[in-house]
């Protein structure tokens, strides 16, 4: 079992390269195998949920070549399966944009039901509904969803909340679909939008992506293209956290300044300098941050997924915080793993009070979803003492190099397997 062992205490400081958006990487991969021609994905995130949804493509036949670290060729015109298999994507709560894809391509699909973070009950009803409105006929037999189309068609649809799984998914469904459709109430998320650039790259017809109106007019077939994955706000979000927690001064780079405004501006909210280029981002704090209540909301608001991290910050402000998550209803299991470090956390359904304290102390925690998990290394980075982080496969399914990047940034954090390697980093660090 891999684990982090951190000992925290020393501010932030340097550059830190940000890498391609796993979200938009997992739709785009999809959407990649919905051609019969080869595709070139570049600033694709080594993680292990693309490493996984890789792995599926290329299970259903798709050939999948990596060109080098960040680089893969992807051609679906091999596949051979229009059944996915639940080995393969048992982890990736993103298995489901195979439906879309498969379903535009095919007129059917067969995937199981998708796993991922557990952060409360997630249902796909938005999707399945886009899907039915597209002239699919859908069923959940033995955990998988079965859709099949005898004409895949247009439609109307209007989301009854702004979900970006179920926008990606009937976009791809609808690029492949004969005659038009509308997408009422789509979701805004830069990852929308980079699924949408690179499906219109292939030749789809897509517009409005990134508004709450998106009007899709189907084409025949897509064809080859060359892409480049838009840089991942969540991952410079976390960076900007941690330079925030620590008293740090991180100079953040490839990033797109605009994604990160609704972080932007509760870090300077709280006292934070935060500094914007044409694509880096300043961020540096001096002494212990000022108190702010956050309500996370879809795009343009300020993002679920950075909503533990921002917590971790918190936990040292002067005065008390209010956290209300009003996307998932169960994200603050991170909220008990913190209080081992000495914050005062209390969860109240989907609140979250903080009253700030004025140092952390290190503890052994366990990360309990992905984004949990970098806001326990946050806590952990900016507490006195030692701390190890159990469950760090969570980290990994999103983060590139979590550990290599921080420690450049001067943090002290190694990933160990034994009680030997535990034993020799503390002796060292001591
Ligand atoms: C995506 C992101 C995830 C992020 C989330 C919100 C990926 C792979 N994951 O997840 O990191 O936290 O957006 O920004 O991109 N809902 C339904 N029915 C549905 C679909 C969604 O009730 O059919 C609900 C969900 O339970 C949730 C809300 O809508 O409460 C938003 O979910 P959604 O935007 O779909 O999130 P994901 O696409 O799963």
Do not use: W
Not at 113 to 130: E, F
Not at 211 to 237: C, F, N, Q
Not at 316 to 338: C, H, M, Q, W
């Amino acid at each position: 079992m891999e684990q982090y062992v951190i000992k925290g205490g020393n501010p932030l400081v340097g550059e830190v390269t940000i890498g391609g958006a796993k979200n938009a990487a997992l739709g785009i991969i999809t959407a990649a195998i919905m051609a019969d021609e080869p595709v070139l994905l570049e600033n694709m995130p080594d993680v292990s949920d693309i490493s996984a949804l890789l792995g599926a493509v290329s299970n259903i036949g798709a050939s999948v070549t990596k060109r080098d670290r960040h680089t893969v060729l992807i051609n679906g015109s091999t596949i051979s399966d229009i059944n996915v298999e639940y080995e393969s994507i048992k982890k990736i709560r993103a298995s489901y944009y195979l439906l879309g894809a498969l379903l535009g391509k095919f007129k059917r699909a067969v995937v199981p039901l998708p796993g991922g973070c557990n952060i409360g009950s997630r249902p796909i009803d938005q999707h399945i509904k886009g899907f039915e409105a597209l002239g699919a006929d859908v069923k959940i037999q033995y955990g998988s969803v079965i859709a099949v189309a005898e004409n895949l068609h247009g439609a109307h649809i209007y989301l009854d909340m702004a979900s970006v799984g179920a926008t990606i998914n009937i976009m791809m469904a609808a690029t492949l679909a004969s005659g038009n459709t509308i997408i009422e109430n789509a979701a805004r998320e830069p990852h929308v939008v980079d699924v949408a650039n690179f499906l219109n790259s292939m030749g789809a017809n897509i517009k409005g992506a990134g508004t709450e109106v998106i009007r899709i007019k189907g084409v025949e077939k897509l064809h080859r293209s060359e892409y480049s994955i838009v840089p991942d706000m969540i991952e410079a979000g976390t960076y900007m956290m941690a330079a925030a927690a620590t008293k740090g001064d991180i100079l953040i780079k490839n990033v797109i300044p605009k994604h990160l405004e609704a972080i932007t501006a509760k870090l300077q909210e709280i006292g934070c300098q935060v500094e914007e280029f044409d694509d880096s981002v300043r961020v540096s704090a001096k002494g212990r941050v000022g108190r702010t209540n956050i309500k996370t909301q879809p795009y343009p608001g300020y993002p679920t997924d950075m909503q533990p991290q921002m917590a971790a910050v918190l936990t040292t402000a002067v005065g008390p915080s209010i956290i209300t998550e009003s996307i998932f209803e169960n994200r603050f299991k991170y909220a008990d793993e913190l209080a081992r470090m000495g914050a005062r956390i209390k969860v109240e359904g989907t609140t979250a009070i903080i009253e700030g304290v004025e140092g952390l102390t290190g503890a052994r925690v366990s990360a309990t979803d992905l984004r949990a998990g970098a806001a326990l290394v946050i806590a952990a980075l900016s507490a006195e003492g030692f701390s190890v982080i159990d469950e760090i496969g969570y980290i990994q399914r999103g983060y590139e190099d979590f550990e290599v990047k921080l420690a450049s940034l001067g943090g002290q954090i190694k990933k160990i397997r034994t009680e030997r390697e535990l034993q020799r980093f503390i002796f060292r660090a001591g």
